[in-house]
């Protein structure tokens, strides 16, 4: 299993930037696939931006262009780089770990099995 802890959430107003950032701990080696998703309240919740071990990537087109995914050389840590924040980004951004194969995953254009999940942290954007 995999434990998952993110940090790096706040409150910006709209055109800021954040970064996230992801550790991960446990018997990683088994994730072939990090992503972020967020949850807004009301809504459901979306895959945002993933990222697998041979550092390939893929993005929501909500935010293709201002978020960038990326982990460290030890894949232990995943980050979030998030520009251009626009209040429509506000929601808890959650980090999760799983191997490909399982759910389709349309906003990410794959399939993965998220199985280990973080507690989140919040993003707030004000305008």
């Known amino acids: 299993q995999v434990q998952l802890v993110e940090s790096g959430g706040g409150s910006v107003q709209s055109g800021g930037s954040l970064r996230l950032s992801c550790a991960a701990s446990?018997?990683?080696?088994?994730?072939?696939?990090m992503a972020w998703f967020r949850q807004a309240p009301g809504k459901e919740r979306e895959g945002v931006a993933a990222i697998d071990s041979d550092g390939s990537t893929s993005y929501a087109d909500s935010v293709k262009g201002r978020f960038i995914v990326s982990h460290d050389n030890t894949k232990k840590t995943v980050f979030l780089q998030m520009n251009d924040l626009k209040p429509e980004d506000t929601a808890m951004y959650y980090c999760a770990a799983g191997g490909f194969g399982g759910d389709w995953h349309p906003d990410l254009g794959l399939w993965a099995d998220f199985r280990d999940w973080g507690q989140g942290t919040q993003v707030t954007v004000s305008s």
């Open positions: 446990g018997y990683i080696y088994s994730s072939d696939c």
